[in-house]
């Protein structure tokens, strides 16, 4: 049985993944806490209990941007990904990532989006 300290939220935020200053790649945070997360990642360079350092940007207005980091432990690895506790569990970091993962669900008025488009490119004779 896989014990949490608090509830997972789903959310969908790029990262770039540190280790020791240097940046090993980047990843997508699937679900996280006020205590940990799960991110998508290729890199494996990583170690169980080795410290990494998240960088997150939440985009909430096209002139309006947060930078978050987060001092990380790893405690999970897969091929898929890696879950992450924070280093710290103290009220100020689990303050950030309270407001990080609530960010997260802010969509701006004025954010554009375009649809997909499929394109068909057959061969011309």
């Not at 280790?19 to 205590?35: F, P, Q």
């Not at 909430?60 to 990380?72: C, F, I, V, W």
């Not at 701006?108 to 499929?118: D, G, M, N, S, W």
Request: charged share 25%; aromatic share 6%.
């Amino acid at each position: 049985m896989e014990h949490r300290y608090s509830q997972r939220v789903d959310v969908d935020l790029k990262a770039s993944i540190y280790k020791r200053g240097l940046l090993l790649g980047t990843g997508k945070i699937k679900n996280g806490s006020k205590h940990g997360l799960y991110i998508e990642t290729p890199v494996e360079d990583v170690n169980l209990v080795q410290k990494l350092v998240l960088e997150i940007v939440v985009h909430l207005a096209p002139q309006d941007s947060r930078r978050y980091q987060l001092n990380t432990i790893v405690v999970r690895k897969s091929f898929e990904g890696l879950g992450l506790e924070l280093e710290a569990l103290d009220e100020q970091d689990s303050t950030t990532m309270a407001e990080v993962l609530s960010l997260s669900h802010v969509d701006y008025p004025h954010k554009i989006t375009r649809p997909k488009v499929e394109r068909n490119f057959a061969a011309v004779n």
